[in-house]
C-alpha cells in the first residue's frame, strides 16, 4: 500500500485484495497530505467521514464495527484481545503492542525502544541515588504505622475480603512496592489493626464533637438475617455533617431502646442536642416521648424519608401504578430469563452509551426501586423497540 511508509513485520503489512475496492479515492488524495497510517488499518476498512482525523472502522475478518472515532489503540485491542477471527499470529503480535504499550511485563534489561523512552522519562524526573536503593530494605515504625492505616483503611472503606491480605499476588505487589514492609496476618489485619483504626476514628469523631451544639441523633434499627436487632446511631451537627456514633445490638446488651438513646445522648452532652429524628414505629415514638419528658429542649422528630416511603407505598399500591410496574416488571424479567434477547440488549446500551445502563428491577422493600424500575425502561425505549424487531426476524 502506497500510504505504508513503515516496513515493519510482513505479517502486519499484509496485503489485502479487498482494501483497493473499498477505498474511495477521496479517502486517499486525503491521507497522502497527512500522517502516514498505522498498519493496523490493513485489517480494517474505514466507515463513515472523518470528524478531527478519526472515522469509523470495520474488522476485515470478523465484521466487528466502531462506527466513529475509531483511534489506532482501540484497533489493535480489538485484534489483539476480541477478534474470534483473526489468525493467531497477527493476535499474538498485536497483544505483544499491548504489553508494550502500558510498559507492563517488561524486563529491566529490555533492549525495546518504547520501554528505553518510558525509562529515559523516568530518570529525568527522578534519578535515583545509591543509598535510595538501600533506603528500601529498611523502614521506619513511623512509615510502617502509616501503612498499616492505609493498609486497613483500604480493605475496610473498599469492602476487599480480609483473606487477600495474604493471596501471594497481593503479597508480591506490596513486596516489590516496598520489600521491607511485612505484611499482616489476616488476623491481625481483621482484628489488632481494625480495632486500633476503628479507635483511632473514634477518638477524632469525639474530639469534634465535644465543640458541636444544637445537634440531632437520628436512629433506625433493622433485624439481622439471623434475629439480632441492630440500632444505629447517627448524630448530625449543625453544618450537616453525620458522625456514626454506634452500631449497637440491643438484644446482645439486654437494653431497652429508651435507655440506650438516653445513654448515647448523655455519654456526648444532652445539653448541646436539639432533636431526636426515627422512624414511626411505637417503641421508637415511645422512647422519643420518655427523652423529650427527661429533657425537654430535645425535640422528638420524625424522619421525612420514612414519611415519603410511606406515601410512595401507598401510590404504588394504587391500580394504575401496580399495573404500570407489573408490566415494567414483565419486560425486565423477560431480558433477564432470555439469554440472548438479554446479550442483544446488553449490546445495544453499551453500543448506544444509554444513561444509567440497563434495565431495573423492582423489589417491594426498597421503595426507591420503583422509579429505577420505570425509568430504566423509558431510557431503553428505542433500544427496546430496535431489539424486539430483531428479536422478531430472528
Ligand atoms: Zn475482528
Known amino acids: 500500500m502506497s500510504y505504508n511508509s513503515y516496513e515493519q513485520d510482513d505479517l502486519l503489512n499484509q496485503p489485502n485484495s479487498e482494501d483497493k475496492n473499498t477505498e474511495n479515492p477521496d479517502t486517499i488524495k486525503k491521507r497522502k497530505s497527512g500522517r502516514p497510517k498505522n498498519n493496523v488499518w490493513n485489517f480494517f476498512i474505514e466507515l463513515g467521514t472523518r470528524v478531527q482525523g478519526h472515522c469509523g472502522a470495520k474488522c476485515k475478518e470478523c465484521g466487528w464495527e466502531k462506527k466513529a472515532n475509531a483511534k489506532t489503540d482501540d484497533l489493535e485491542t480489538h485484534l489483539g484481545l476480541r477478534c ?16 508494550d504499550r502500558e510498559n507492563l511485563g517488561q524486563s529491566i534489561d529490555n533492549n525495546n525502544q518504547s520501554s528505553k523512552k518510558v ?40 469492602g476487599i475480603p480480609f483473606h487477600l491480605v495474604q493471596h501471594p499476588f497481593f503479597v508480591d505487589f506490596v513486596k516489590i512496592l516496598c520489600p521491607a514492609y511485612i505484611l499482616p496476618s489476616r488476623q491481625q489485619l481483621s482484628s489488632n489493626m481494625l480495632n486500633s483504626e ?6 477524632k469523631i469525639d474530639a469534634i464533637l465535644e465543640k458541636e451544639t444544637y445537634m440531632t441523633l437520628g436512629l433506625d434499627g433493622w433485624t439481622s438475617p439471623v434475629g439480632q436487632s441492630f440500632y444505629a446511631f447517627i448524630i448530625t451537627t449543625q453544618s450537616g455533617k453525620e458522625y456514626i456514633h454506634s452500631i449497637q445490638n440491643l438484644l446482645k446488651e439486654s437494653y431497652t431502646s429508651t435507655e440506650r438513646i438516653i445513654e448515647v445522648i448523655e455519654s456526648v452532652g444532652a445539653k448541646d442536642f ?17 427523652v423529650n419528658e427527661k429533657y425537654n429542649h430535645i425535640m422528638p422528630i420524625r424522619c421525612i424519608d420514612h414519611h415519603i416511603n410511606l406515601i410512595t ?75 424486539s424487531t430483531f428479536i422478531y426476524i430472528n
Not at 476503628?198 to 477518638?203: A, G, N, T
Not at 436539639?274 to 416521648?289: L, P, R
Not at 446500551?349 to 431495573?360: A, D, F, H, S
Open 84 to 99: 474470534i477471527k483473526v489468525d493467531y499470529k497477527i493476535k499474538e503480535q498485536y497483544m505483544n503492542i499491548i504489553r
Open 119 to 158: 525509562k529515559l522519562n523516568h530518570d529525568r524526573q527522578h534519578q535515583q541515588r545509591i543509598d535510595e536503593h538501600y533506603e528500601s530494605l529498611n523502614i521506619n515504625n513511623s512509615k510502617v504505622q502509616m501503612a498499616n492505616q492505609a493498609l486497613v483503611k483500604l480493605f475496610v472503606c473498599c
Open 198 to 203: 476503628i479507635s483511632h476514628i473514634q477518638l
Open 274 to 290: 436539639s432533636a431526636v429524628v426515627s422512624d414511626n414505629t411505637s417503641s421508637m415514638t415511645k422512647a422519643k416521648k420518655i
Open 313 to 387: 407505598t401507598d401510590i404504588c399500591k394504587l391500580p394504575f401504578a401496580e399495573e404500570l410496574l407489573k408490566k415494567c416488571m414483565k419486560v425486565v424479567k423477560y431480558f433477564k430469563a432470555s439469554h440472548r434477547a438479554g446479550e442483544e440488549l446488553y449490546s445495544e446500551i453499551l453500543e448506544k452509551m444509554v444513561k444509567g445502563g440497563g434495565l431495573k428491577s423492582y423489589v417491594k422493600t426498597c421503595w426507591s426501586t420503583a422509579f429505577d424500575c420505570t425509568n430504566s425502561v423509558l431510557s431503553c425505549e428505542t433500544i427496546l423497540k430496535n431489539v
